[in-house]
């Protein structure tokens, strides 16, 4: 794993924005970051990531049942008792879409599995649509060999997917109207849909109404399908938390991830996969107040975005993020340190997260996240990558 420098486009912005990626910038920081791009060998994609991937997604999955089979399991998850019957329901009737785990991988070790984000994941058009323009560009451009790749199946796979769901019609797309990064998300997979022959429309979360215990949109017709940008903890949380109960909606993504998100997910596989090679020791948190020890990270069953997150490194230095979760529950987690590499440009060290993804249960991609902190969090530059032997 390289990490290397390169010539920006010309005008890339403007082409940015020109096809919705209103968020390459973000309060005046930059997001997306073509200054330099990541290299992998195929050894590295076809032997690790991928393989890698794929069977931490079984791992995962195999927890479902038995965590809807245990009471004591769901309250240690923080889950509302008011809806467990809810989410048993949804599985496995109701097929997931996509998600993404978060790796420490150095191309030379094992990748790492430090979280998993299961609901409601991001930067989806950068590491599918628009790191994949990149890559075209820059060989035409001549700054990258004929014989370069990328590990970018995102797009053929969704549209695949959402040929086979057998989603009601017309299927509705929603974010949360404010955050530009959710809607053009958001935007994207409903592009996706359309390409396979859905009729799809986009509504603001926010305008989504009830009457007589369904959901309906703002001309009062029944929102019978949903894909919604907004975490199942929230919504199970919300005064509408019980309209979900007579509903009728289908949901992407199911409720069942909603213990796919939690981080409590984390010491569940460790205690069923004990030292497997891509897990962490993890552990539910018992004493709140207990300092944390050198080499282990604290996070709260429900976080996004590396917020509320605290670490303290082999050397004892403390890092931790800010942010509105932490009312819940713990997880601690054995630390991982990220790859680090050098930053030339800006003369700075960074370290570098591997978020992979699965389209319903096959590996799809990867994007890669860089910080000049150990927590990566939702202003950390997005870096686009090749494969080249």
Known sequence: MQRKLIDEREGWREYAESVGFDYHTIDDETY????AYYQFSWQQIEEELEPATEELHEMALSLVPEILASEQL????????????????????QPQLYGRMDLSYDGRSPPKLLELNYDTPTSLFESSFFQWVWLEDQIENQLLPQGADQFNSLQEKLI????????????YFSSVEE??????NVRYLMDCA???????????LETVGQRAGQFVDVMGTAVNGMFKLYPWEFMLSEEYAPVLLT?????LEPPWKALMSNKGILPLLWQKYPDHPNLLPSYFEDKANEPLQNGWVRKPLYSREGANVELVNFNGEKVAAAGPYGTGGYIRQQFCPLPKFIDPLRQQTVYTL?????????AA?????????????????????????
């Open 365 to 389: 991609g990867i994007g890669l996240r860089e910080d000049a902190s150990l927590i990566t969090r939702n202003t950390s530059r997005f870096l686009p990558h090749i494969i080249l032997d």
């Open 32 to 35: 997306w970051d073509e200054s």
């Open 179 to 184: 955050s530009i990064e959710d809607r053009g």
């Open 247 to 251: 509903s009728d909606t289908r949901f």
């Open 194 to 204: 359309v390409q396979a022959g859905l009729r799809a429309q986009y509504v603001p």
């Open 160 to 171: 695949e997917a959402f040929k086979s769901l057998q989603l009601p019609q017309p299927f």
């Open 354 to 362: 591997t978020g992979s993804w699965v389209v319903g249960d096959r």
């Open 74 to 93: 769901l309250n240690q998850l923080a889950i509302p008792a008011t809806h467990w019957d809810y989410i048993a329901a949804s599985w496995p009737a």
